[in-house]
């Protein structure tokens, strides 16, 4: 079993920057994969970043968001720089066993709670 918990969320505005958080913890979390997604009010969850022994990013957060990981802390984040409103959603981290890829939803095991980034223009 593998839990995550998101932090650092919060209201920002355009041209802004945030870090989120994920506390990963189980058996085998400094491994895992980790995945971002996140889901604006009316839209489906959609894949934003990735990290594995390489990266992944969404077409639409490339060059603006930098996902990394500190395996010492057990921690994954997702440094958001130059937030646009459109980035407005809830935020989730989730973890699946050691792959690259991992772009859908459904290839993930483990979910955290959500984090909610709102950026006003």
């Known amino acids: 079993q593998v839990q995550l918990v998101e932090s650092g969320g919060g209201l920002v505005q355009a041209g802004g920057s945030l870090r989120l958080s994920c506390v990963v913890s189980g058996r085998a979390s400094s491994s895992y994969s980790i995945g971002w997604f996140r889901q604006a009010p009316g839209l489906e969850r959609e894949f934003v970043a990735m990290?594995?022994?390489?990266?992944l990013y969404a077409d639409s957060v490339r060059g603006r968001f930098t996902v990394s990981r500190d395996n010492a802390k057990n921690e994954v984040y997702l440094q958001m720089n130059s937030l646009k409103p459109e980035d407005t959603a809830v935020y989730y981290c989730?973890?699946?066993?050691?792959?690259?890829?991992?772009?859908?939803?459904?290839?993930?095991?483990?979910w955290g709670q959500g984090t909610q980034v709102t950026v006003s223009s």
């Open positions: 989730a973890a699946r066993p050691p792959a690259m890829g991992g772009t859908k939803v459904d290839a993930y095991d483990y």
């Open positions: 990290i594995s022994w390489g990266t």
